[in-house]
């Protein structure tokens, strides 16, 4: 059974549109991460939590919001979707700072 | 913060050669260092890892790799690859301390029948 679920798996979102991306773990564990993937790029660090009800910034948090409502849920949030905004977006747990395990992906298209 | 560099975006191979992948990192203390492998359409699953102790880690599939701390190196290594293998392959370092992951462009692996 799948420990690190990510809803929806693909979106198409207009620009100027507000996005959520959803995380939910049955690991269990104290962090979780927001990252896009773009091609030539890898994957890059967006927000990420090692806590309930607190969020750290990335290395790329612009445009972007976290929320981490509980220990076992973990969103992203796009107030102003924009085309560069377009990517794979990958969440990941971890027990602590180390090895993660992550999610499926959700492919988000902004138009 | 700490940094990854795989200066190889694609690496090709006949089935049954060996295989090294290139990963150097930027990070002045003692870094963690991974290894994760991502099938198309998938999420990544991690192969191996280095926290500390020999600097030679085995993973999964018969991947290894070794930790060359004088040359900020961590490159991935198999002896025989088979078609399966053919995947994207990604480097990672973590300097602790509640600071995340960080992870390389990744290297696309194609492996040759």
């Known amino acids: 059974e799948a420990a690190v679920t990510q809803s929806p798996r693909s979106k198409v979102a207009v620009t100027g549109g507000k996005v959520t991306l959803s995380c939910h773990q049955t690991n269990n564990h104290d962090y979780m991460y927001w990252y896009r993937q773009d091609t030539g790029h890898g994957l890059r660090l967006i927000h990420y939590?090692?806590?309930?009800?607190?969020?750290e910034k990335g290395d790329i948090p612009d445009g972007y919001k976290a929320s981490r409502p509980s220990q076992e849920n973990f969103s992203l949030i796009l107030e102003l979707a924009s085309l560069s905004q377009t990517a794979v977006y990958f969440c990941a747990s971890s027990p602590d700072i180390y090895e993660q395990y992550f999610g499926p992906g959700t492919r988000l298209t902004v138009l | 913060a700490q940094s990854v560099t795989q200066p190889d975006a694609r690496v090709t191979v006949s089935e049954g050669a060996s295989l090294q992948l290139r990963c150097k990192y930027s990070y002045s203390g003692t870094p963690y260092l991974f290894w994760y492998v991502q099938y198309p359409r998938q999420g990544l699953q991690l192969l191996l890892k280095?926290?500390?102790?020999?600097?030679v880690v085995q993973g999964v599939n018969g991947f290894e790799a070794e930790f060359i701390k004088s040359n900020s190196s961590f490159h991935l290594r198999k002896a025989s690859v088979h078609w399966s293998d053919s995947a994207v392959y990604f480097c990672?370092?973590?300097?602790?301390?509640?600071?995340?992951?960080?992870f390389g462009a990744g290297t696309k692996l194609s492996v040759k029948p």
């Open positions: 990672a370092v973590s300097a602790g301390n509640n600071n995340a992951p960080r």
């Open positions: 280095y926290y500390s102790g020999d600097p």
């Open positions: 939590s090692y806590v309930a009800d607190s969020t």
